[in-house]
């Protein structure tokens, strides 16, 4: 019934939390003296806050006791069973009808041992737990534990010569729960060979050497040619063009066009010439290039990329982005207006009018940064983040400097012709259509921030269905506005539905219906990279979907070598929009998922996960010392010190001593290429277990 009532657990586990794997316990073990030949093995499990084990010997029927099970007892016999450090809290359960004992916090099981032959002492075996909150309990789990001792010269002299030592046969001493005399050879600690369960080899010591596998290996990687370490071109190029679509989005928002009348006048006032016009244009636009990208130089400078990156997944900046763009888009509606205060305005504008020559232009251009900011901002907060997260100091500058060269290039065109200007269209009915629409979008872009934050601390309020359901009503409105059924204060009386409102009308209605069937579990591959992951979606009838088994380094790399198998590292981040768009467009391919899911050990490690480490780490990196606090920081470091790269998505393959297999893969949605790079890997592994 024991056993019943454990698998019981598990299947309601699996349905309601499959979201994300939870460890909530972890095990250390170590060996003090007491005297020659006594010693004892101590198992301190530390436990997260709200969590509980439950304590030895629990009466049948009831929840998975904890037992420690030794596999291997050599040179060395058991004295006694373990003894725990402090008392067990005692409830009476209504579930189960009886008082379960259970610790929380932290506790120590300490066993007594008596040596019988140092030179052969080994003891090696598991501890089998259940950890439970005051909302689920998680399915019965194991822990692997391998002790050797250092044989001294004087334990050896005062021990006898063993005779038919009984610890020699190995049996499988069970102390918790019934002894058993059948021996478990090579028994897995998980659940499956193909689906492990990651807390199975929690700490387990393997033969890998922990420290090895941190060690750096960027120069391996580049003896393979890797491109990937060197591609800050490439990645300077993305968030270039990003920041010029950026700039031209910004010329449809309703700031900029109040800038359009005041370029005019403040170019017909100055000298008719053409080639002075043509000089004064392409200094004016010179100078909002020069504004912008100072700006993005500055941010720069004060914060580092490093701390723009961190910044981009902090749970108050997120937030404080999310109601940003949320009262932006209350203004776009009509409720308020936001504008600078007028005594900013006019004293720039003056200060631009009663000067001449490169002052009054960079007056002028300072004015149009200044007065366009309340629509540009959000843009230009979304591209500094964006670019932050490319890992390079310099990302900021280059993606402000295709954001300002956008923006300057038609200014800087009609200072040439400013009678052009002039015949441009008046603000009215359209131009506040325009504004709405905005709104419309800004209020759906503002969900991904929230998000971000949401997946970063696991307060799981934003899951995908209901993401989605949000999305698919602002869409669904937005269809409806465009037909003129709804309808806000400041617009004008829409007496009949032009062509370019129906068709815009048409793609959002098309856009919300699309995004219905998400609902169920489709993959929704075009919004993948704004939508929180599938797995963070309870009901989900979609299993075309890749999940790494694995969010441990260290313990995937422990079952890796257990299985036999190579492994591929996904450096990937909550807030990771390219990493969103590879899983949903290349693991999910037939042949990528057969080969992720059968040949590899899959192991994703999250930069940007803000769960706390039991314990702070201080590391020297660049002649600094650092401590890392968070599980994101420690994944962080990895990947900076071991292979040397700090962009995502990062996806590299490795044997099981931590070596490369082949060069790093970066951001390409090419599948071909992508099952390219994983069978050299598997080809590089076979060649190295050959020889």
């Known amino acids: 019934m024991k056993k019943i009532s454990g698998i019981l657990l598990s299947i309601l586990v699996t349905v309601a939390a499959q979201a994300q794997i939870l460890t909530p316990v972890k095990w250390h073990v170590t060996l003090e003296n007491l005297g020659f030949p006594e010693k004892r093995i101590v198992f301190t499990a530390t436990i997260e806050k709200g969590w509980h084990v439950y304590d030895m010997d629990l009466p049948e029927n009831g929840p998975v ?9 050599k040179g060395a016999e058991l004295v006694g069973k373990p003894v725990p450090s402090v008392r067990p809290t005692v409830v009476y359960d209504d579930i189960f009808n009886m008082d379960l004992r259970w610790y929380g916090e932290a506790v120590s ?6 040596i019988t032959d140092p030179k052969r002492f080994k003891v090696a075996g598991e501890i089998e737990f259940m950890a439970c909150n005051d909302e689920t309990c998680l399915p019965p789990d194991r822990f692997e534990f391998d002790v050797e001792q250092a044989v001294t010269e004087k334990e050896v002299a005062a021990t006898p010569e063993p005779g038919n030592d009984a610890s020699e046969k190995q049996p499988v001493a069970t102390v918790g729960e019934e002894e058993t005399s059948e021996p478990v050879v090579g028994q897995p600690s998980v659940n499956a060979p193909d689906v492990p369960a990651p807390a199975a080899l929690s700490g387990s010591g393997g033969a890998v050497d922990d420290a090895d596998l941190w060690t750096p290996v ?32 910004a010329l449809l928002t309703p700031c900029v066009w109040p800038m359009i009348p005041m370029t005019v006048s403040f170019f017909l006032k100055r000298s008719k010439e053409k080639k002075r016009a043509v000089r004064d244009a392409l200094t004016y636009g010179a100078a909002i290039v020069v504004i912008y990208l100072a700006m993005g130089l500055l941010i720069t400078a004060l914060f580092g990329a490093s701390a723009l990156n961190d910044l981009s997944t902090n749970a108050v900046f997120n937030i404080l982005f999310f109601l940003l763009l949320v009262v932006f888009a209350v203004s776009f509606f009509g409720a308020f207006d936001l504008v600078l205060p007028a005594s900013w305005t006019n004293r720039l504008d003056s200060k631009a009018d009663s000067t001449t020559g490169l002052i009054s232009l960079f007056f002028m251009a300072f004015t149009l940064v200044l007065v366009s900011f309340s629509c540009t901002g959000p843009i230009i907060g979304t591209l500094l983040v964006q670019a932050a997260a490319m890992g390079s100091s310099v990302g900021p500058a280059v993606g402000m400097f295709g954001f300002a060269l956008a923006l300057s290039i038609p200014f800087g065109f009609f200072a040439v012709f400013p009678n052009m200007l002039q015949r441009m269209p008046k603000s009215g009915g359209w131009l506040n259509s325009v504004k709405v629409v905005l709104g419309f979008l800004e ?6 921030f929230l998000s971000v934050a949401d997946l970063a601390y696991g307060w799981r309020i934003l899951d995908r269905e209901v993401f989605l359901v949000l999305w698919i009503v602002i869409f669904a409105l937005l269809g409806f506005y465009l037909l003129g059924k709804i309808t806000f204060a400041h617009d004008s009386e829409v007496k009949h539905v032009s062509v370019s409102r129906l068709f815009l009308a048409i793609l959002s209605f098309a856009f919300a219906v699309y995004m219905v069937p998400g609902l169920w579990g489709a993959p929704l591959k075009s919004i993948s990279a704004f939508a929180p992951p599938l797995s963070t979606q309870d009901f989900n009838l979609y299993d075309d979907e890749v999940h790494a088994p694995f969010d441990d380094y260290e313990i995937g790399m422990a079952y890796a070598e257990k299985v036999n198998k190579p492994v591929i590292i996904d450096f990937s981040g909550f807030g990771c929009v390219n990493c969103r768009k590879m899983e949903a467009a290349v693991w999910t391919d037939p042949a990528v998922k057969q080969v992720l899911e059968n040949e590899y050990v899959l192991i994703t490690l999250f930069v940007d996960d803000k769960t706390k480490l039991p314990k702070p780490l201080t590391i020297e990196e660049h002649g600094k010392r650092r401590t890392l606090k968070t599980v994101g920081d420690k994944w962080s470091y990895l990947q900076r010190s071991k292979f040397g790269a700090n962009a995502q998505p990062f996806y590299v393959l490795l044997d099981n001593d931590g070596k490369p297999l082949a060069p790093s893969y970066a951001y390409n949605e090419d599948v071909a290429e992508y099952i390219r790079f994983l069978q050299d890997g598997l080809l590089k592994y076979k060649e190295k277990k050959i020889h």
């Open 218 to 249: 960027i120069e391996e990687m580049k003896a393979y040619g890797d491109t990937v370490l060197s591609a800050t071109d490439t990645s300077w190029l993305y968030i270039f063009l990003a920041g010029f679509l950026g700039g031209l989005i």
């Open 65 to 73: 006791s904890t037992s420690f099970i030794f596999n291997t007892l």
């Open 109 to 114: 099981f300490s066993q007594k041992i008596k």
């Open 443 to 448: 209020l759906a872009l503002a969900l991904k």
